[in-house]
C-alpha cells in the first residue's frame, strides 16, 4: 500500500515539473519581455550582378568532311577504278586540311586517257577536213562559215556530179577523184601458168593502142582454182562470137597486177599479160617473155577516191571542173545553210564533250592523293590495303572540334531570360578545370510537351578543342544580363504589395518606412535596384514580429548574419509578410 503511493506521488511530481517547465520556456519572465520589435538588417551596397540559365546537353559535331574516292558514281570517271595502295591515318586522329589521308593508284586510268585522246585528235582533224581549217583553228570554229568540201588525194576530177546553187542530199556523191598515174587489173591464168608465180612477181603488159610494153607488179592471188565461164575469158585464138550451145567452165587463178602508167592507159583497155623468163632483166624483152592465154582489162586506178556530200545542203561554189588536176586538200565545193550548220555543230558538241571527259579523267588522275576537306578529327576510316574502289566511293568522315553544338531545352520561364547571341559558358563532366565559350545560336519560339512541361529548345554554338568528342556531357551557363557597379539588397527584402516591388527601410531614429523601388537584374540571393533607394541605406530583412512567442532572441537580430565580407542568403521568413 505504501508503496502504490510512492509511486502516485513521484509521478504527480514529474507532470507538475514538466508543465511548470513548460510554461517557463513558452511564456518569459515580464523582465525579459521586448517592447518592440527587432529588425534584421542589410545595408544597400555597390556591387557587380550576373544572371543566366544553366541547361544540360551532350556534344555535337556542327560540320563535318567526308573521306572520299574522286569523282562521282555514274559520272565522269567512266569505268575507272582504284586501288587503296597506303593509308596514313587511324580513327580519333587530329587533321589539318589538305593533310594526306590515303593514297590510291588507277592502273587503268592512264590507258582511258591516251585512248580519249586519241580519238580526239581524230574527231579535231575531221572536223578540220570538213571545213578546210587547220587543226588549230577547230577550238575557235564558227559554224556559220559552212563546209567546205577538198578532195582527199591528188589526181584528176573524173566526174563531176554537181552545179552551184544545187540543192544536195547527205551522202550524194559531188565528184570522182583518180590519181592516173598507176593502174590496176586482173589476169586470170591457167593452172599450168600460176605454177611459177609469186607475189612481188614482175610482169609485161602489152597494149594494142601503143607500141612498147608497161612493167607491172603482182600484189595478190588467189591460191585455189576458180571455175570461170569460157564466155568470161578474153581468148584472142577464140573466133569472135563463139560461145556454143553448152557453157564452158575452165578453172583459173585471179591475179592482180599493178603498174605505173605512162599516160597513155585507160581503163577498160585490153593487155597482154606475159612473164619474162628472167627477172633480173632491167629492160623487158618481148621474145624473152612467157605470155599468158587470156588477156586482161584495166579495172581502174590504183587511187581513186568519190567525194560524197557530207549534209543536206546547197552548193555555193564550185572550184573545180572534169578533167582538172588537183592535189590533195584542194576545195571542190562548199555548202551552206541551216543542215550544214547543223552537222558542224554537232560534230563540235561531239568534240566538246570528249574534251569534257577528258578534263574529268586528268582530274580524277591529279587527285589519287585524298586529302582532308578540314580541321578535325577522324570519325572513322574503313580502309583496306590493295581494296578496289569506284569512283565517289565514302572512305571515312572527320567532324570539326572547333566548332561544336550543344541541344538543350529550357522551361517557359528560363525561355524569356536566354536571347539569341547570348554569351555561354560551357563546361564539360569528363574535363574538369576547362571551361569553353560559347554563343546562343538559335532559340525556339515554339514549345513542345515534355511530361506536362513546356520545354523550349536551344541550340548553342561551343568553340571546342580538340580534347572534345562528340557524345561527351556538357552543362552551360547562359548569360542573361549582367551589371557593374549597381545597387544592390538581399532578395528576402524585397516583398510585393500592390503589384508593386516594395523594401522596408529602417531609418536612422528606430521607425520604419516602406519604399518602392524599381527592380533590374536578379539572380538567386541579390536584386538590382535601379530605383528607390541609396547605397548604405538599411534594408529590413527580418524582425522579432516574424517569431512564435516561444522563440528567444538572442541579441540584437533575429536572424544569423553572413561574416564579414560575405554574400550569402539569409533565413527567415518572407520580409514582406506580418510587417509592423
Known amino acids: 500500500m505504501g508503496q502504490k503511493i510512492l509511486t502516485i506521488v513521484v509521478i504527480v511530481c514529474i507532470v507538475l515539473g514538466g508543465g511548470y517547465y513548460a510554461y517557463q520556456q513558452l511564456i518569459p519572465p515580464p523582465e525579459q519581455e521586448v517592447q518592440g520589435p527587432v529588425y534584421s538588417t542589410k545595408p544597400v551596397t555597390r556591387g557587380d550582378i550576373s544572371v543566366g540559365v544553366e541547361v544540360v546537353g551532350s556534344l555535337n559535331p556542327t560540320s563535318g568532311g567526308g573521306i572520299q574516292v574522286p569523282g562521282y558514281r555514274g559520272g565522269g570517271g567512266g569505268s575507272t577504278s582504284y586501288v587503296i595502295e597506303e593509308v596514313l591515318v587511324k580513327e580519333g586522329d587530329e587533321v589539318k586540311k589538305d593533310q594526306l589521308l590515303v593514297r590510291l593508284k588507277a592502273p587503268e586510268l592512264e590507258t582511258q586517257i591516251k585512248n580519249l585522246e586519241r580519238r580526239i585528235n581524230e574527231q579535231k582533224e575531221t572536223i578540220a577536213d570538213l571545213l578546210d581549217i587547220s587543226v588549230d583553228e577547230v577550238d575557235r570554229l564558227d559554224s556559220s ?49 600460176f605454177q611459177n608465180v609469186q607475189v612481188g612477181q614482175k610482169v ?52 592482180n ?16 599479160v606475159g612473164f619474162p623468163l628472167d627477172q633480173d632483166a632491167e629492160t623487158l624483152d618481148l621474145f624473152n617473155t612467157r605470155w599468158a592465154r587470156y588477156e586482161a582489162v584495166v579495172e581502174g586506178y590504183v587511187d581513186e577516191e568519190t567525194i560524197y556530200s557530207r549534209a543536206e545542203a ?86 570539326n572540334t572547333a566548332d561544336m553544338r550543344m541541344w538543350s531545352t529550357i522551361d517557359d520561364i528560363d525561355v524569356l531570360m536566354v536571347q539569341q547571341g547570348a554569351p555561354v559558358r560551357v563546361t564539360i563532366d569528363a574535363l574538369p578545370g576547362q571551361t569553353f565559350e560559347g554563343q546562343v ?11 506536362g512541361v513546356a520545354r ?66 536578379m539572380d538567386s540571393r541579390y536584386a538590382e535596384v535601379k530605383e528607390g533607394l541609396e547605397e548604405g541605406e538599411l534594408v529590413i530583412t527580418g524582425s522579432s514580429a516574424d517569431v512564435l512567442p516561444s522563440q528567444r532572441i538572442q541579441g540584437e537580430s533575429i536572424l544569423p548574419t553572413q561574416p564579414e565580407g560575405g554574400s550569402g542568403d539569409n533565413g527567415g521568413d518572407s520580409p514582406g509578410e506580418g510587417r509592423e
Open 145 to 193: 562559215r559552212g563546209i567546205t568540201v577538198t578532195t582527199p588525194i591528188g589526181g584528176r576530177i573524173a566526174s563531176l556530179e554537181v552545179r552551184e546553187g544545187e540543192e544536195l542530199k547527205l551522202g550524194q556523191i559531188v565528184a570522182k577523184v583518180v590519181d592516173d598515174s598507176r593502174f590496176r587489173l586482173t589476169a586470170k591464168l591457167t593452172p599450168g601458168e
Open 204 to 255: 609485161a603488159l602489152r597494149f594494142s593502142q601503143f607500141d612498147g610494153m608497161v612493167e607491172g607488179r603482182i600484189t595478190d592471188a588467189t591460191y585455189e582454182p576458180v571455175a570461170e565461164p569460157a564466155s568470161n575469158l578474153l581468148d584472142p585464138f577464140r573466133p569472135a562470137g563463139s560461145t556454143g550451145e553448152n557453157q564452158e567452165y575452165v578453172y583459173v587463178h585471179w591475179v
Open 257 to 272: 597486177i599493178e603498174a605505173e602508167n605512162p599516160g597513155l592507159v585507160r581503163t577498160g583497155m585490153q593487155a597482154k
Open 314 to 399: 546547197i552548193a555555193t561554189n564550185v572550184y573545180v571542173k572534169n578533167g582538172q588536176t588537183v592535189k590533195p586538200g584542194d576545195k571542190i565545193i562548199s555548202l551552206a545553210g541551216d543542215d550544214a550548220r547543223e552537222t558542224i555543230d554537232a560534230k563540235i558538241n561531239e568534240l566538246r564533250d570528249k574534251q569534257d571527259e577528258l578534263q574529268g579523267l586528268y582530274d580524277l588522275y591529279n587527285n589519287l592523293d585524298i586529302l582532308s576537306p578540314m580541321d578535325g578529327v577522324v570519325a572513322y576510316i574503313d580502309t583496306d590495303l590493295g581494296r578496289t574502289l569506284g569512283p565517289g566511293e565514302w572512305l571515312g568522315h572527320i567532324y
Open 441 to 451: 545560336n538559335h532559340v525556339s519560339t515554339m514549345w513542345t510537351d515534355r511530361d
Open 456 to 521: 523550349f529548345e536551344v541550340d548553342i554554338k561551343v568553340v571546342g578543342s580538340p580534347e572534345l568528342r562528340p557524345g561527351m556531357s556538357a552543362r552551360a551557363f547562359i548569360d542573361a544580363g549582367s551589371a557593374e557597379n549597381v545597387l544592390l539588397v538581399p532578395l528576402e527584402a524585397v516583398f510585393e504589395e500592390d503589384g508593386r516591388s516594395m523594401v522596408e527601410v529602417l531609418n536612422p531614429d528606430g521607425t520604419v518606412k516602406t519604399v518602392p523601388i524599381t527592380l533590374g537584374l
